[in-house]
């Protein structure tokens, strides 16, 4: 939302007015000084919350503290550390949370607004803002939920009054439909693979990613920040451990994954490495890997990648176009599709809720017929006939 400047000017008499001769003027001084730079968060790829041995409290303190700061702001951060700590698992989460909270800082600020003084017509003000700066539905509401979480907090620690915090709560967020990511079928899943060549290194990482995404329906974080050490086999199967949302351990059985998985440790030559990264990124030379995980945001470029060598535009199919994301959607429906029930697909997925699965199944005409061919309620002939 840009500032409004009253440009009226006060009206006055002409009479007795002397007529003086014309001289040019000087520049206009600037009325508004220019807008202070935006001082960098942690990168995206940062891993903050891993190393060294201070606790998980202290780094999220630090981060939230820079967050702050780079809005300019002097708000007391360190109150809502408990409830970063506690409702956040996730490293990623820590790290959207603080740029949302320093986006809404930094438009406070650029209307003078201290965070403390926040009321919820200004909360009103900036939905309006990022909904005229095109910003989705998805992308309000999950701004609006970051304010009131933390507007709360500030309220339990006494630093605003409830009422503040209570009107905060009741701002509402834009309707956003739920589970948009579209899917891919089975068809063009498999196209998509075949469409991944196997003639350089990167390729072959690129296929073993890939398969891993369908093959065990996992979140981009769980995949990325997987190690080579993390997978095992019984010695007819393969398993690969991962960390799932909210720190949860599970191990997904590769199937047909493994092959391609077991090429890449191959050519990679990175499979004594244990303790390293499983997917690695390329150097910038293609000559070999960099010992670190990928960015989160590479997975999500291959796909476009590849949905777009297999002849599937990635941008024009369903509303919001082909992601990383829409791999898990296809795993989920692919093995409903194929017999799963839904209480195995939400075990297979990680759902804590069932209904959260169910959401995820795309629904077509056709199931009612599937369904009704299910029934095995049959006359197979009368007494007497």
Not at 130 to 141: N, Q, W
Not at 220 to 235: F, K, M, P, R
Not at 301 to 320: H, M, N, T
Request: glycine share 8%.
């Amino acid at each position: 939302m840009s500032d409004e400047v009253d440009l009226s000017m006060p009206k006055s008499s002409t009479k007795g007015r002397v007529t003086m001769p014309m001289t040019p003027l000087a520049p206009p001084a600037p009325t508004a000084a220019a807008p202070p730079p935006r001082a960098p968060l942690v990168p995206e790829r940062s891993d903050f919350l891993e190393g060294g041995e201070a606790p998980a409290a202290t780094k999220v303190a630090a981060f939230l503290a820079q967050a702050f700061a780079a809005s300019g702001s002097e708000s007391p951060a360190q109150a809502l550390v408990p409830w970063i700590c506690d409702a956040l698992l996730s490293n990623h989460s820590v790290k959207a949370y603080g740029r949302d909270l320093m986006d809404f800082l930094r438009h406070m600020q650029a209307q003078g607004v201290t965070p403390l003084e926040v009321t919820a017509d200004h909360v009103k003000l900036y939905k309006r803002a990022l909904l005229e700066a095109g910003r989705t539905s998805a992308t309000v509401a999950r701004r609006l939920s970051v304010i009131r979480g933390a507007y709360k907090e500030l309220a339990a620690k006494g630093l605003v009054p409830w009422e503040t915090a209570q009107d905060v709560s009741a701002v509402k967020a834009p309707g956003v439909q739920k589970n948009a990511t579209p899917s891919l079928t089975q068809r063009q899943a498999i196209s998509m693979l075949e469409a991944i060549p196997t003639d350089t290194l990167q390729s072959i990482r690129d296929l073993a990613l890939m398969s891993v995404f369908f093959l065990t329906g996992c979140r981009v974080s769980a995949v990325v920040g997987a190690c080579v050490g993390h997978l095992e086999t019984d010695g007819v199967e393969h398993y690969l451990h991962v960390t799932e949302k909210r720190g949860k351990k599970r191990r997904k059985i590769l199937l047909d994954a493994a092959r391609p998985v077991r090429a890449y440790l191959e050519c990679a030559g990175i499979g004594e490495d244990q303790e390293g990264p499983l997917f690695r990124p390329m150097r910038p030379d293609g000559t070999g890997l960099v010992r670190r995980h990928l960015d989160r945001k590479t997975p999500w470029r291959l796909v476009k990648k590849y949905c777009a060598a297999a002849g599937i535009d990635p941008s024009r199919l369903g509303s919001r176009g082909i992601g990383i994301h829409s791999l898990r959607k296809t795993a989920i429906n692919d093995a409903i599709r194929n017999g799963a029930t839904m209480h195995e697909v939400r075990e297979f997925a990680g759902h804590a809720d069932i209904r959260t699965t169910e959401v995820y199944f795309v629904r077509r005409e056709e199931d009612a017929e599937v369904a009704a061919r299910r029934i095995q309620i049959r006359v197979t002939g009368r007494k007497g006939e």
